[in-house]
Nanobody, 128 residues
Framework: QVSLVESGGGLVQAGGSLRLSCAAS????????MGWFRQAPGKDREFVAAISWSGGRTYYADSVKGRFTISRENAKNTVSLQMTRLEPEDMAVYYC?????????????????????WGQGTQVTVSS
C-alpha cells in the first residue's frame, strides 16, 4: 500500500517555474515507478512524465520535453517535477501516481499503463 500526497502547486506567470513534489508513505517506495499526470478542465487526464523505480530511466510527453524534469529520492520517499518555461496550456491539476512497472518497460507502457496508486492532486495555474 502506498499513499501519495502532492504539493508545490500554485499560481505562476507564463514563462515562470514551479517545482511539484510528491511524498509517499510506505517502506516499499523504491519498488515503484512513478508518474506525473495532469488534467485540465473539460479534458481527459494526460501523461506528463515518468521515472523508473531506480531513477535510471525517465520519460516525457512531447509537450513538456525540454521544459520539465522528473526526479526521485528513494531515501526520502519523494518524487519531484521541476517545471520551467510554463505555458497557459500547462494549467491543470497535477497528480502523481505509482506503478509496479518493470524498469525496462517501454515508454508507451509508462505513459499508458496501469498505475496502482494516485494522489489527490495539486493545482497549477499559469497566467498569461
Amino acid at each position: 500500500q502506498v499513499s501519495l500526497v502532492e504539493s508545490g502547486g500554485g499560481l505562476v506567470q507564463a514563462g515562470g517555474s514551479l517545482r511539484l513534489s510528491c511524498a509517499a508513505s510506505g517502506r516499499t517506495f523504491s519498488r515503484y515507478a512513478m508518474g506525473w499526470f495532469r488534467q485540465a478542465p473539460g479534458k481527459d487526464r494526460e501523461f506528463v512524465a515518468a521515472i523508473s523505480w531506480s531513477g535510471g530511466r525517465t520519460y516525457y510527453a512531447d509537450s513538456v520535453k525540454g521544459r520539465f524534469t522528473i526526479s526521485r529520492e528513494n531515501a526520502k520517499n519523494t518524487v519531484s517535477l521541476q517545471m520551467t518555461r510554463l505555458e497557459p496550456e500547462d494549467m491543470a491539476v497535477y497528480y502523481c501516481a505509482a506503478t509496479t512497472m518493470s524498469e525496462y518497460a517501454s515508454a508507451t507502457s509508462y505513459s499508458r499503463g496501469k498505475y496502482d496508486y494516485w494522489g489527490q492532486g495539486t493545482q497549477v495555474t499559469v497566467s498569461s
